[in-house]
């Protein structure tokens, strides 16, 4: 700091928390002068992130995914419906975003975190426009049964990003999904088949093994912050809170464009700034696509 | 008699007898079995006591474990941000306890006859503060349910930082005058001496 | 759209083909369905700092019952509360979605937020906090009853949308909330631990899992101060004789000092320099 002012004293007798909580937007800029940010990141690098297949043991297919300290668990249930008329060969998927109030200080039991609406629509948006399940699969006995997959996606630890580590758990929990064998009774209900008494089988099965989804067209995405002439890739909590501007772009493993999402913020997002961001997303994608496939095959080493 | 090993205890652990050792920081006694226990997890250190004190047993405190975050209490320097100001009252954030950040924020309030030490009843709140404004101020008391009572009446205490009408960081030119360093416009404040 | 949220048509749990007859809970040779002795807790595993978050934090896992506990605070208390001279403690307990065997709207469970309340307050120092809160939320993420291996011998129909929360997770619940709160640097008198127990055709049943708690004649949860061995709450349902009741107490004390046990070293593992 150059010229003597009030701020300045004061920011020599505070300690650097306490001058990061009084002038967060000060702070931060004079670390982005500097390419990097307070947690020792570049700009443009995102947090280092795990999955962690199975996490949930009564559901049919789970993932925990952590990007830095945000946290999310996925879970898969699979129950059965009457397919609607329009789509008798076609299953459903029901995708949910929860943010319980232990993920963050801002959510209050009975009073929900306003994100949280809006990141479960993207999901869905997301997972259905890819087309990355074909909902055929998902189909038992046209027009009489198909599945219901009941998609939650819970956060557990709120610290920025919320979209890409939510959409990232969905992916994960639907490749480790194992659609259970089933098979319809005389009274036209699905019943699960037991491994040990599928031989003495009386009922014709539908669904004779235990299998796997074939996803196409995976999607993964990244958010920026644009802030000035910075941009800041998978943002933390606190610097989505002083910087406003954000772009989620979402590619899928072939680098095709699925949506760009940039709600709202005061700096206007120009050509070039878009691009760099896909550029980013593009780079991001193949990261989380070798993440996703070195757990997949963990799993099938086990 | 400082410990040479560093022993990690945790609440309600048994750190001794009201008649051997005193409950220092992070521990207390229970009075029902004499019997002194952690409160908090963290190092168990035993200090000797003041050589002049009557109370020859040596305390017994638990250190060393991340304390809760910061929290007002009375006779803390606080800084807060002002979010509003009437005629009587100006509402600020504590957003510092100490050299501390808190986590979150707390509600305080500074009333007409806690801004100065003198002259109190002539005080103008809206020539004293502007919402926005960072200022220094001491915690007088818990106050009432909605906010702790704080006061800026002594010369380090008042404006420490604030932004003029062009938005630019302004300088204090007096005990009661800030300066915009752009347009030289001056604004009227409680401004606090900086502490040095 | 994947997902029609508007109009989701009901669905159903495909539920086991094979029909068992009611079996009985138990053989002979005192072995309870996953294995355990009667006397025999699950394995209970501890780790605090699991949510960053908030200010303390822990996460606890007994067999399948798996628990988030978050604590918050001490922060200014809501704008409709009074002035208190002392600190508030504030609970909430929820379930996932994915917590029992069936896809379940996620809830807040009123009962257990109140339980919890009372089994904790007793061991805070509320004084050290004055006007402020402490808030302290759970999640259980999955119950002790969605074990898929003890509901279909037990052969408890789960078409019928079966659900129910066993005590076994609010022991649970219990136990991780005061681990967090020591996380959070909160002052307590003690660490609380919490053990139920089922009194099942005259056997005394240890930790049970939800299979067994829906068979059973009475049940018995107690919370303690471990080290100050005082009972914050106690809760007693069912049938008991007076000698069972009280043999009953005394096993649930003495796994609660052993849960104790693991608890505190957990505290210890994480403690900043306990490493070297």
Not at chain 1, 23 to 48: G, Q
Not at chain 1, 239 to 255: A, N, R
Request: negative net charge.
């Amino acid at each position: 700091m150059g010229l003597p002012n009030a701020s300045g004293d004061l920011s020599t007798e505070m300690e650097v928390d306490a001058f990061r909580r009084l002038f967060p937007l000060r702070f931060y800029e004079r670390h982005l002068a500097e390419s990097i940010r307070p947690d020792a990141r570049p700009l443009e690098r995102a947090r280092d992130t795990t999955i962690a297949l199975g996490a949930v043991a009564s559901a049919n297919g789970s993932a925990l995914v952590k990007i830095g300290s945000t946290t999310m668990l996925a879970a898969i249930k699979m129950e059965v419906m009457t397919p609607s008329l329009e789509s008798p060969d076609e299953g459903c998927i029901a995708i949910d975003f929860h943010m319980p109030p232990i993920c963050s200080p801002i959510v209050r039991p009975g009073r929900p975190a306003e994100v949280a609406p809006v990141v479960s629509k993207q999901l869905s948006d997301t997972i259905s426009s890819s087309g990355v399940v074909d909902l055929k699969e998902l189909s038992l006995v046209s027009g009489k049964a198909a599945w219901m997959a009941y998609l939650d996606v819970y956060c557990l630890d709120a610290d920025g990003a919320l979209f890409d580590a939510a959409l990232l758990s969905a992916i994960a929990a639907l490749s480790h999904l194992q659609i259970p064998a089933v098979a319809m009774n005389d009274d036209g209900k699905i019943v699960l088949i037991s491994e040990e008494d599928g031989q003495k089988q009386e009922t014709e099965a539908v669904n004779k093994e235990k299998r796997r989804l074939t996803l196409r067209s995976i999607p993964f995405s990244l958010t920026c912050i644009l802030h000035k002439n910075y941009i800041l890739a998978d943002p933390t909590a606190e610097e989505e809170s002083i910087m406003e501007s954000q772009v989620t772009i979402v590619l899928d493993s072939s680098s095709q464009l699925i949506s760009l999402h940039k709600a709202g913020g005061s700096v206007l997002a120009n050509t070039s700034a878009i691009q760099d961001c896909v550029a980013l997303t593009r780079q991001r994608v193949k990261e989380l696509q070798s993440i996703l496939d070195e757990s997949n095959s963990a799993m099938e080493v086990e | 008699m400082e410990e040479k090993e560093a022993v990690v205890v945790t609440p309600g652990e048994v750190l001794g007898t009201t008649s051997d050792v005193k409950a220092g920081r992070g521990a207390y006694e229970a009075l029902h079995n004499s019997t002194v226990y952690a409160s908090l997890t963290g190092f168990r250190r035993i200090i000797s006591p003041p050589p002049n004190s009557t109370d020859q047993r040596p305390i017994v405190e638990v250190t060393g474990h991340k304390a809760h975050g910061p929290v007002p209490e009375p006779g803390s320097v606080i800084i807060a941000r002002v979010t509003k100001v009437l005629a009587k009252t100006a509402s600020a954030d504590i957003m510092c306890v100490g050299p501390k950040s808190v986590r979150e924020k707390f509600t305080g309030i500074i009333r007409q006859q806690d801004v100065r030490a003198t002259e109190i009843d002539k005080v103008d709140m809206y020539l004293s503060f502007r919402p926005g404004d960072i200022v220094r101020a001491l915690v007088l008391s818990l106050g009432d349910a909605r906010a702790y009572y704080l006061s800026t009446a002594k010369n380090e205490l008042g404006v420490v930082s604030a932004e003029s009408s062009a938005g630019a960081t302004m300088v204090p030119i007096s005990w009661t005058e800030m300066q915009c360093p752009l347009t030289g416009q001056i604004e009227q404040r409680k401004v606090a001496k900086a502490t040095s | 759209m994947a997902g029609k949220a508007t109009s989701t048509p009901t669905t159903y749990s495909p539920s086991p083909t094979s029909h068992k007859t009611k079996v009985p809970i138990f053989s002979d040779d005192r072995v309870r369905p996953d294995g355990r002795g009667f006397n025999q807790c699950r394995p209970a595993f501890f780790r605090t700092g699991a949510v960053n978050a908030a200010s303390g934090s822990a996460y606890a896992e007994f067999g399948n019952t798996k628990v988030i506990v978050s604590v918050f605070g001490p922060r200014e208390s809501k704008k409709a509360m009074k002035y208190s001279d002392i600190g508030r403690l504030n609970c909430n307990v929820s379930f996932s979605t994915f917590a029992n065997l069936v896809h379940r709207e996620g809830s807040d469970h009123k009962e257990y937020t109140t339980i919890l309340h009372k089994a904790l307050e007793g061991a805070i120092m509320l004084e050290t906090f004055p006007k402020t809160t402490v808030d302290v939320f759970a999640l259980v993420l999955e119950s002790g009853g969605s074990a898929k291996l003890p509901i279909i011998c037990f052969s408890i129909s789960i078409s019928d949308n079966f659900v129910m929360h066993v005590v076994g997770d609010l022991s649970v619940v219990i136990s991780c909330a005061s681990l967090a709160l020591a996380d959070a640097g909160i002052m307590m008198y003690d660490l609380v631990a919490s053990v139920s127990l089922s009194c099942l055709n005259k056997n005394l049943v240890i930790d049970p899992i939800l299979g067994e708690e829906n068979c059973e004649d009475g049940g018995l949860m107690i919370t303690c101060l471990p080290s100050r061995y005082e009972v914050t709450q106690l809760t007693v349902t069912g049938e008991w004789s007076t000698p069972m009741l009280n043999e009953g107490m005394q096993l649930c004390l003495d796994a609660c000092a052993e849960l104790a046990k693991i608890m505190r070293s957990c505290l210890v593992d994480a403690a900043p320099g306990s490493e070297e």
